[in-house]
């Protein structure tokens, strides 16, 4: 039953790994690593690209005044 179990997590969750190392002809512990590698990379971007957002909330309105409609001849103050 245990067997059984494994066996169908192996094809389901980890046959996207051995696609790719099929078709890049490596071994696949070599992508299911990367894979990990990958995830531990990731995590610190997602933290960089929260401040950068918070930055631009914090200062959106300095951001949007150069690009803000500018007012013509015509239009009063």
């Not at 531990?40 to 959106?60: C, D, E, P, R, S």
Request: aromatic share 16%; proline share 3%.
């Amino acid at each position: 039953m245990i067997d059984r179990v494994k066996t169908f997590w192996e094809r389901q969750a980890f046959g996207v790994c051995e696609w790719w190392a099929h078709k890049l002809n490596i071994k696949t512990e070599q992508v299911r690593l990367s894979f990990i590698y990958l995830s531990f990379v990731t995590v610190g971007l997602n933290v960089v690209v929260y401040l950068v957002m918070a930055f631009i909330l914090q200062h959106k309105e300095r951001i949007k005044r150069p690009f803000a409609r500018r007012s013509t001849v015509w239009e009063p103050e």
